[in-house]
């Protein structure tokens, strides 16, 4: 796998036997690579990764001719100093310190041009990280973190265009994506490494960051900024597709929920909109017009549920409805009491909403 | 010398002298002595002790959360427990070990090296003492009524402001840093005082041990550091949450990135806090042990101050993920990458020290070397977090949990731990046993290697920081369970360290005063000190004034001993200037801690106990300054 290539490349300094064991075992577990930050996906996340290499090679080096200085003067004992009157005078000869000032002074030196190389290339990287992804095909998306969810809304210029989601961002391949956000309560991290790096998402503030993806692919994101009890679940997919499947993704989601035909269905609509749930969610075509949970008007299209916390199957979703509380602790959503039949019919309704 | 002091007596009766010398600063007898005591061993002591208790709750609760996270999707902690005990595992070792443990060793050392016999302001150091005693038995108070703080240690607003820190959690957190705080001013104080007017004739300022230079500086940057953390978590925070103030409250013109700022301009520098006085450590260890005097000592005394000055100029680095203006991050980038700089220098100076010194191969000596190693891996990583685009990535992930770890544990706490072999024989007047020592070290160096290595590799997969549990499908499973077992060894390292000490504390070898044939003063006391430290405080001909001949080196004469007086010196030169009585022990530094604690964690239930600490607080100080008659007060 391409990752792990590029994990072995990236660390020949490991020459300290027990870490090489570590790095190994490490690797071995290493299945995935939807959330790294040395699998880069895009121009930005590459041009990143592209500067934490040339930094780890240069930086390892360095520590090598450290370790290798110090074992020097564990490892010499007296030899070449023994002429010198340690003992008496508890300092060597003149001589000696004025070489020692030479060699401590070449090595200040060297070490000032290192870090000016280091900064002009940092701060360079970060200029044309900033100028990145401004292009006239450009698209905005709207995210709002919430304890403990993303909210995110693709805006346009059309009004029926515009449409809500959640925790899932469908993004065209090739095409810049300007992510604008903010938060509704406490401050939380918008990270989704394979892309580009952090920012933060802070109430009364919004924060921009440019994304693109370069290849089809999913790649997972999660809250980096403690945000409270369950930040640990407070994860985001983004979908990067060809432009023509994001183009039919969007009309799809465009499209509110209809009445269902069938009776079973009805019936879960009706459980639905008849309990707690229409307070806090919105399933657009309906009267449920709830804001402070995510919109579910096409939850059955999405692929995890609870903020990426478990995959979207029915058996989850029955759990994550009757004991929300069980899945993630604290979260702020209410515990509905259902009978097994409405349960099994507003499940039924919540995966056909496609 | 002697001729300026107008001595009481030129015939000097050593004995005599002696005896009322141990008649003079004798601490009274049972419990109401116990806590009047203002000797500065005594009070440092309690200072070390006290925050090595704290630095096994610290590894404990460090315990937990590897055990929790050493597989996916764990159940061990609940999400509530695990983020109250990251909280305090934070809080701990920083507000609680490590600043304290520093202080520690400086009360304790700084007047010795210095060739005096106690520290400026005896009463306050103890008075500091007990306010911090207090702050961290009030912050386990806390955990063990499910009252732990649960929202980091840094605290940030909204999440830590009224609408979203439930109960009093956050208050018990922010009112511990008040005391914490004030402790380590009152340290900071009259460390300043000792080291700048009270040392040895003839200590000019570039004859001071560099532990001592250390510890001066450090104790400026608490000066500067910790009024921030009082603006930020005291006046900011806590007034938000018990008065109604707004000044994080977006909704009414508050902004929580303020609160973020001033919380790191103390931050940051906290680091260096914790990190010069151990560099003045390494100095010591480094010169005793490769038997020369340090190279380049200029070059050393300037890095640490430049260190102080940069070290305020970098507390942005914390926040390049709020969405700064990239003028101002080139300029924190900049900074940040200076202080690689000033630590290379001295690096640099250690290593020709040690190049062309003899070492003795000590149990103190392996801590050094593992220093080496392991801070100059965390330095590295530094410099990477220093640049934005990679600090963006890795911010906020076990990248970073592993690259300050790497800092503080191999820049702090094995210097602490090589320091604590090294001046063991002083402390206890017994030798540490060295092959124990060297077996602690392996033991420490191998785990600590185990368990924060992984995390590089955890934080570039993508792990983030502060999470009670993840998937099994993210593949971090196999480098957190590395990373716990590494926790197990180092369990294994802290246990053999705890009863090397307390068994040589009692069965070690005699050690002597000098065993280690060092140069500075501390190691011309008797090992353990006299309460009075020396007899005849010594004077001072070189930086190294034990390694001069025997038959130059000099004594003060003509200081009272039958009162706890000392010698006032110039600052530059340390031209003796007078005679300066310090205070008798004195119980009221307890019982004003006490009162104004009253009245400090009163005020977190109820604004209204601030003005009750205030008059508790003024009854003590009256009572701490209550004139003493002339007879009573010479006795």
Redesign the interface.
């Known amino acids: 796998m391409k990752g792990e290539v590029s994990f072995s490349r990236g660390y020949p300094s490991l020459t300290f036997g027990a870490l090489i064991g570590a790095a190994s075992v490490l690797l071995a577990g290493c299945a995935t690579h939807h959330q790294s930050v040395v699998d880069a996906a895009g121009p930005q996340a590459g041009r990143i990764e592209g500067l934490f290499w040339f930094f780890t090679y240069l930086l390892a080096a360095i520590f090598l001719i450290v370790i290798v200085m110090l074992l020097g003067t564990l490892l010499r004992g007296h030899r070449g100093i023994e002429q010198e009157p340690l003992e008496g005078v508890h300092a060597p000869s003149t001589a000696t310190e004025r070489k020692l000032h030479r060699n401590v002074l070449a090595a200040t030196i060297v070490t000032v041009l290192i870090l000016i190389g280091l900064l002009v290339s940092s701060v360079s990287t970060g200029k044309a990280l900033s100028s990145m992804g401004a292009r006239k095909d450009g698209m905005a998306v709207e995210v709002i973190g919430n304890q403990w969810w993303w909210y995110a809304r693709y805006r346009s210029d059309i009004a029926d265009r515009t449409l809500t989601t959640a925790n899932e961002i469908h993004i065209p391949v090739g095409r810049p994506v300007m992510i604008r956000g903010t938060s509704n309560d406490v401050i939380h991290s918008f990270w989704v490494p394979n892309l580009n790096g952090k920012i933060d998402f802070i109430p009364s503030r919004v924060n921009t960051q440019w994304i693109v993806a370069d290849r089809p692919g999913r790649f997972r994101g999660q809250c980096a900024e403690f945000c409270g009890i369950q930040h640990a679940h407070m994860a985001l997919w983004v979908i990067a597709e060809p432009p023509d499947q994001f183009e039919a993704w969007m009309n799809a989601q465009l499209k509110p929920a209809t009445t269902p035909a069938d009776p079973d269905l009805l019936h879960g609509q009706q459980v639905f909109l008849n309990h707690a749930c229409v307070f806090c969610h919105t399933i657009a075509g309906t009267t449920a017009q709830g804001s402070a949970g995510p919109d579910l008007t096409h939850i059955g299209s999405r692929s995890t549920i609870a903020a990426g916390t478990l995959p979207n199957t029915k058996g989850n979703l029955g759990g994550w409805i009757v004991d929300p509380q069980n899945i993630k602790p604290g979260n702020h959503m209410a515990t509905v009491d259902l009978s097994p039949n409405d349960l099994q019919s507003l499940l039924d309704y919540l995966e056909s909403l496609k | 010398m002697s001729t300026m002091l107008e001595p009481t007596t030129r015939t000097t009766d050593v004995d005599r002298e002696r005896s009322s010398l141990e008649r003079v600063w004798a601490n009274e007898s049972g419990l109401r002595g116990w806590l009047s005591v203002t000797t500065h061993q005594a009070v440092g002591m309690r200072y070390i002790v006290t925050a090595f208790i704290f630095l096994l709750a610290g590894g404990v609760e460090a315990l937990l959360m590897r055990l929790q996270l050493a597989v996916p999707d764990n159940t061990l902690l ?3 427990k695990y ?1 109250q005990i990251f909280t305090t595992h934070g809080t701990t070792m920083m507000f609680l070990f490590a600043v304290p443990v520093m202080e520690g060793m400086g009360v304790y050392l700084v007047p010795l090296m210095l060739g005096t016999r106690n520290v400026a302001f005896p009463r306050l150091n103890a008075f500091g003492y007990w306010m911090y005693l207090i702050g961290g038995l009030f912050l386990y108070w806390g955990l063990f009524t499910n009252t732990g703080p ?3 240690w840094f605290a ?1 607003p ?2 830590s402001g009224p ?2 820190g439930i109960g009093k959690r956050v208050d018990v957190w922010a009112q511990m840093v008040t005391f914490t705080e004030i402790s380590a001013l009152c340290v900071a104080t009259e460390l300043i005082a000792t080291i700048l007017k009270m040392r040895a004739p003839n200590m000019t300022l570039n004859r001071i041990p560099l532990f001592c230079w250390g510890m001066l500086v450090q104790s400026f940057m608490v000066i500067f550091a910790m009024p921030s953390v009082m603006i930020a978590s005291t006046v900011m925070l806590l007034t938000d949450r018990t008065i109604g103030t707004h000044f994080t409250n ?2 009414e013109g508050g ?3 303020l609160y973020q700022h001033v919380f790191w301009f103390f931050g940051h520098p906290e680091v260096y806090i914790i990190f010069i006085p151990a560099l003045g450590m390494i100095s010591s260890i480094v010169d005793t042990n490769t ?3 340090i ?2 000592y200029p ?1 050393m005394v300037l890095s640490v101050v430049a260190t102080a000055f940069i070290g305020f100029g970098l507390w942005v680095h914390h926040m390049f ?3 700064l203006p ?1 003028i101002g ?2 300029y924190f ?2 900074a940040s ?2 202080i ?2 000033t630590s ?2 001295q ?3 250690w ?2 020290t ?6 003795r ?1 000590t149990a103190a000596m392996h801590f050094v ?1 593992g220093f ?2 392991i801070f ?2 965390g330095g ?2 530094g ?2 977090l ?12 076990f990248f970073v949990v592993a690259h300050f770890h790497y800092v503080l544990i191999g820049g702090a706490l094995f210097p602490l731990f090589g320091g604590f072999h090294h001046w063991f024989p002083k402390f206890t007047g017994r030798m540490i046993d060295e092959r124990l020592g060297k077996v602690t070290f392996w033991l420490l160096f ?1 785990g600590f ?2 368990t924060f ?2 995390m590089h ?6 792990m ?7 998937p099994s ?7 957190n369970a ?1 990373a716990t077992a590494g926790a197990l060894i180092i369990l294994i390292g802290g246990i053999l360290f705890i009863m090397n000490a307390l068994k040589s504390r009692k069965y070690g070898v005699e050690a002597g005063a000098n065993p280690w044939d060092s ?1 500075t003063l501390e190691w011309a006391a008797d090992s353990p000190p006299r309460n009075y430290n020396f007899v005849l405080p010594p004077a001072c001909n070189s930086r ?1 004034p034990l ?1 001069t001949p025997l038959k130059e080196r000099i004594g003060v004469t003509g200081l009272r001993t039958d009162r706890r007086e000392v010698l006032v010196s110039s600052v530059m030169d340390a031209e003796p200037n007078h005679r300066y009585p310090l205070p008798h022990s004195s119980i009221w530094p307890f019982v004003t801690a006490i009162l104004s604690a009253v009245g400090l964690i009163g005020s977190i239930f109820s604004f209204q106990w601030y003005y009750v600490a205030c008059v508790l607080a003024t009854i003590g100080l009256l009572g701490w300054f209550w004139p003493r008659r002339k007879a009573e007060a010479e006795a």
């Open positions: 609940s999400a509530d983020n649960d929202v980091g940030y909204p999440l609408q979203f977006p909704a902004d929580p990135l038997r020369r005097t190279f380049g070059a993920a709020t969405g990239q991050e080139a980038t900049a990458m200076m690689a700089i290379g220098i690096i640099f100076c290593l020709a040690m190049w062309t010194g003899r070492i191969w070397a080496f190693f100059v891996a590295l990583t410099v990477m220093a640049a934005i685009p990679l600090d963006l990535q890795v911010h906020d992930t191998i290697n185990l290595f992984p590799l955890l934080g570039l997969k993508g983030t920081r502060r999470i009670y549990t993840y499908e993210m593949g971090w499973g196999p480098g590395l140069g190294y390694w």
